[in-house]
């Protein structure tokens, strides 16, 4: 039995970032009457043929996305919108942005969130995280 690879779903902030991979890469949108083209960075000469639900080029056709059909969507308006990350509860204060001083028997500001209740990603401050791997 042959089984096709899966392939993760797209979020907009991955449409986003191939839209600027096209950029950076020059890519050219063309028309020809209702029809859309777009140039090729590793194959200079081709253009791909595209729709508002597709791409010629095999990156599509593999991963159901494309820095060309980025572009496209992008020319046509239609990129999706990235929505803000949710905030997750500080892991020392439960979001409560408090820690009881068991010494002094008192609630003081959580040291570890510095009062704001959400989790810290350490990585962003160049500190060491743990990442889960599936």
Avoid at 78 to 102: F, I, K, T
Wanted: aromatic share 8%; charged share 20%.
């Amino acid at each position: 039995m042959h089984q096709s690879p899966r392939t993760k779903p797209a979020t907009a902030a991955d449409f986003h970032r191939l839209a600027d991979l096209a950029h950076e890469r020059g890519l050219q949108l063309f028309r020809d009457g209702p029809r859309w083209y777009c140039s090729s960075a590793s194959n200079p000469g081709t253009c791909y043929f595209l729709t508002g639900l597709s791409c010629s080029c095999q990156g599509f056709v593999a991963h159901q996305r494309c820095s060309h059909y980025a572009l496209l969507l992008e020319r046509l308006g239609w990129l999706p919108e990235v929505e803000e990350e949710a905030s997750a509860p500080c892991l020392w204060c439960l979001g409560s942005s408090r820690q009881e001083d068991s010494v002094n028997q008192r609630f003081v500001t959580c040291p570890d969130c510095n009062g704001s209740g959400v989790r810290v990603d350490r990585r962003l401050a160049g500190q060491p995280g743990v990442e889960i791997a599936a």
